[in-house]
Every structure is written in structure tokens, then in C-alpha cells.
């Protein structure tokens, strides 16, 4: 028994002591089909399907951690995870996107993988977000599951109106979800606009953080702008009121779109 429990010790201290290598990768998707990014017990993820690919191809077991959390059917045109390997040389990690991506489905897409410094972390290090939304006037079934079909006409003057009050706030806990695990709801917006388009409006929004359901609110809550529903001082009115309930609804999924996510170490 004793004997059992030494080589068992000296086993968990040559596993502590072996070397591990972090790594960012850089990956796209499409969130359709996944109920979002992160591991969860009742609905396939993103991060689960990443997690299997890169234990399989690595042959270790490799738990990854993501940038932020996207929501069940929203899309990622650029998300960064952060992962460790062990006992591998770098360049087997470094060439291994295509055997990565063959195992993955084909609405996840690696593009490219690259080393980073121990402490380096795809979450807390990110100092910029941006997401776009996308909404439509006109029935296309090209655009189903990519962008939110809107039945009406919507004063997109009034609305920019409207968001660029956002840039003077910081505390935006009307557009958050409640009992979210955030010690603080401050984020600094530094763009929120709506673009013209020939076939409908991209909303784009860039931050230095985002709270749970944050941008689809946003979103829901010019929209109503845009209807004269609301006048666009009224935004103001409830992001100073801290009270989701003034808010308007979350917009759906189908059209949001995480787009670009900054680092002072990554080009």
C-alpha cells in the first residue's frame, strides 16, 4: 500500500513539473446550431466541439478559455481562446490549424494558432470588442440565421441620434441580464452607430468590455427610437435609471456578430 502511494506521489509531482506552452488561437463560427460559446451540460457549445478537436489531434486533454461569452446563436467573425500544451514542439502546434479544422465541424473555423507568453489571457487581456449587428426590411432566404428581419421602417437619423449618447455613460446595467457573475457593470463605448446599407442597416458597437445580452438590449432599445416610440433623450433617460425592466427587449440572436477583438501583443 505504501508502496502504491510513493510511486503515486512521485507520479503527480513529475506531472506538475512537466512544461507547458500557452497558446492563443484565433478561430471563427457560426452560432447557429450552438447554444454559445462556453462548455455548459444541456446544449452543445462551441468550446466543446474546439476542446474535443484539440485533445484529440494533441492526444492530451486541453481545456481552453475564450475571449467572452456569446450567446446561443450568435456569430463570432474573429474570437480568440487561450489554451496549454504540454511535452509538444512548438512547431507541431504552430502547423496544426489544418488538422485542427478537420476535425472540427465545418461551421467552426480555425484560422490560426500562435504562442504567447504563460500569463497571457484571452479574456482579461482583451482591451477592445466590437460586435455588428445586422437587420433586413425584405424577406430573403440568403439571410436567414445571419440577420434579423425587421417588418416596419425605422428613422436610422433618430437612432444614431440616440447611440451616440451611449458614449457618455459607463454604468450600463439597464442592458444586463441579472445575477450575472460581474463585479462591476461600467464599460466605456467608444463607437455605436448605425450604417446604411442597400439591403438593410449594420449596427456597430466597440467597447472595452460587454455585459451578458448587453448589445442585443442596446439594439431593442433604439430600435423603439427608430419606431417614435421613444425620443432619442429618452436612451439616456433609462441608461441613468440603471433599470433594465426601461429598457427595451433583446433583440434576436441571428444578427449579432462578435467581429474583432484587440490585444496589445497580438497584430
Given at each position: 500500500m505504501q508502496a502504491a502511494q510513493g510511486i503515486n506521489a512521485q507520479k503527480k509531482v513529475f506531472l506538475q513539473q512537466v512544461n507547458k506552452k500557452r497558446y492563443f488561437i484565433e478561430l471563427s463560427y457560426d452560432g447557429t446550431n450552438y447554444h454559445g460559446w462556453q462548455t455548459q451540460p444541456n446544449g452543445i457549445t462551441v468550446q466543446e466541439c474546439l476542446d474535443k478537436a484539440l485533445?484529440?489531434?494533441?492526444?492530451?486533454?486541453i481545456a481552453s478559455l475564450g475571449c467572452g461569452r456569446t450567446d446561443a446563436g450568435v456569430h463570432a467573425t474573429q474570437f480568440f481562446a487561450h489554451f496549454d500544451v504540454a511535452e509538444l514542439p512548438e512547431a507541431t502546434v504552430l502547423n496544426a490549424v489544418g488538422g485542427i479544422n478537420s476535425l472540427l465541424?465545418?461551421?467552426?473555423?480555425?484560422?490560426?494558432?500562435?504562442?504567447v507568453d504563460e500569463d497571457a489571457h484571452a479574456r482579461f487581456d482583451a482591451t477592445s470588442r466590437s460586435y455588428k449587428y445586422h437587420l433586413h426590411f425584405?424577406?430573403?432566404?440568403?439571410?436567414?440565421?445571419?440577420?434579423?428581419?425587421?417588418?416596419?421602417?425605422?428613422?436610422?437619423?433618430?437612432?444614431n441620434q440616440a447611440a451616440q449618447l451611449l458614449l457618455g455613460f459607463t454604468d450600463f446595467s439597464c442592458f444586463s441580464k441579472s445575477k450575472t457573475q460581474t463585479f462591476t457593470n461600467n464599460c466605456k463605448i467608444t463607437e455605436a452607430r448605425f450604417e446604411e446599407k442597400a439591403d438593410g442597416l449594420v449596427f456597430h458597437i466597440s467597447a472595452d468590455r460587454f455585459l451578458r445580452n448587453m448589445v442585443r438590449a442596446i439594439v431593442g432599445t433604439l430600435v423603439l427610437v427608430g419606431k417614435g416610440d421613444?425620443?432619442?433623450?429618452?436612451?439616456?433617460?433609462?441608461?441613468?435609471?440603471?433599470?433594465r425592466s426601461k429598457a427595451g427587449q433583446s433583440v434576436p440572436a441571428c444578427g449579432l456578430y462578435l467581429v474583432k477583438v484587440e490585444y496589445p501583443f497580438v497584430n
Amino acid at each position: 500500500m505504501q508502496a502504491a502511494q510513493g510511486i503515486n506521489a512521485q507520479k503527480k509531482v513529475f506531472l506538475q513539473q512537466v512544461n507547458k506552452k500557452r497558446y492563443f488561437i484565433e478561430l471563427s463560427y457560426d452560432g447557429t446550431n450552438y447554444h454559445g460559446w462556453q462548455t455548459q451540460p444541456n446544449g452543445i457549445t462551441v468550446q466543446e466541439c474546439l476542446d474535443k478537436a484539440l485533445g484529440i489531434f494533441f492526444r492530451q486533454e486541453i481545456a481552453s478559455l475564450g475571449c467572452g461569452r456569446t450567446d446561443a446563436g450568435v456569430h463570432a467573425t474573429q474570437f480568440f481562446a487561450h489554451f496549454d500544451v504540454a511535452e509538444l514542439p512548438e512547431a507541431t502546434v504552430l502547423n496544426a490549424v489544418g488538422g485542427i479544422n478537420s476535425l472540427l465541424p465545418y461551421s467552426i473555423a480555425v484560422k490560426r494558432i500562435f504562442a504567447v507568453d504563460e500569463d497571457a489571457h484571452a479574456r482579461f487581456d482583451a482591451t477592445s470588442r466590437s460586435y455588428k449587428y445586422h437587420l433586413h426590411f425584405e424577406k430573403d432566404p440568403f439571410k436567414i440565421d445571419r440577420s434579423w428581419l425587421y417588418k416596419g421602417s425605422l428613422n436610422v437619423d433618430a437612432m444614431n441620434q440616440a447611440a451616440q449618447l451611449l458614449l457618455g455613460f459607463t454604468d450600463f446595467s439597464c442592458f444586463s441580464k441579472s445575477k450575472t457573475q460581474t463585479f462591476t457593470n461600467n464599460c466605456k463605448i467608444t463607437e455605436a452607430r448605425f450604417e446604411e446599407k442597400a439591403d438593410g442597416l449594420v449596427f456597430h458597437i466597440s467597447a472595452d468590455r460587454f455585459l451578458r445580452n448587453m448589445v442585443r438590449a442596446i439594439v431593442g432599445t433604439l430600435v423603439l427610437v427608430g419606431k417614435g416610440d421613444l425620443a432619442p433623450q429618452g436612451v439616456a433617460d433609462i441608461v441613468a435609471s440603471k433599470n433594465r425592466s426601461k429598457a427595451g427587449q433583446s433583440v434576436p440572436a441571428c444578427g449579432l456578430y462578435l467581429v474583432k477583438v484587440e490585444y496589445p501583443f497580438v497584430n
